[in-house]
């Protein structure tokens, strides 16, 4: 009885494993979440001119399948970072719900209005090393999150905004 019952079970293993391989639920697991994911929460906005608009993925990869799709222009909360790959949710035009973006479909604005810049730091904290300056209003290209900071790139400095010197909105100042 007891060989049985484990005969039983070994077949109800391998029946499960080969269902979940061929369906392809295995594959859309291991890509769901990127590497080295990072919690974030900022705001970003579309700079991808496609006149379809920015794929929503239901996973980190291409290969995962389009939820729907951000027009150019458009904001968006990003709420996790990794591998080229940002997580988003509700998006102020176009897409609702959650799904993956390419990461370098979207931008982010610098503050500093009335200023001569904001600080770009080296690491995602005030008490680390300044790497450079970034003028007021302007377009910087977004690398990633942490947190509520934002990593870009200007004048191939590669540094670290503070939320107070963000802004996520294509068309308007964040003042």
């Known amino acids: 009885m007891q060989n049985q019952k484990s005969k039983l079970f070994m077949g109800l293993a391998i029946i499960c494993t080969g269902?979940?391989?061929?369906?392809?639920?295995?594959?859309?697991?291991?890509?769901?979440?990127?590497?080295?994911?990072?919690?974030?929460?900022?705001?970003?906005?579309?700079?991808?001119?496609?006149?379809?608009?920015?794929?929503?993925?239901?996973?980190?990869?291409?290969?995962?399948?389009?939820l729907g799709a951000v027009p150019a222009n458009e904001t968006v909360n990003v709420i996790a970072s990794g591998d080229n790959w940002v997580k988003?949710?509700?998006?102020s035009s176009g897409f609702k719900g959650t799904g993956w973006v390419y990461l370098p479909t979207l931008g982010i604005s610098s503050r500093g209005y009335d200023t001569n810049g904001?600080?770009?730091?080296?690491?995602?904290?005030?008490?680390?090393?300044?790497?450079?300056r970034v003028p007021p209003n302007l377009n910087v290209k977004l690398l990633g999150?942490?947190?509520?900071?934002?990593?870009?790139e200007y004048q191939s400095v590669k540094g670290w905004l503070t939320k107070e010197d963000q802004c996520g909105a294509a068309l308007t100042s964040c003042s």
């Open 19 to 66: 269902v979940v391989i061929n369906t392809g639920i295995a594959h859309q697991i291991v890509l769901a979440k990127p590497n080295n994911s990072q919690k974030c929460n900022i705001s970003a906005y579309v700079i991808d001119k496609d006149s379809q608009g920015v794929n929503v993925r239901s996973g980190a990869s291409t290969k995962n399948r389009i």
């Open 88 to 91: 988003i949710t509700n998006a």
């Open 118 to 132: 904001v600080n770009l730091y080296a690491k995602p904290n005030q008490k680390s090393q300044k790497v450079g």
């Open 145 to 152: 999150c942490q947190g509520s900071w934002a990593q870009i």
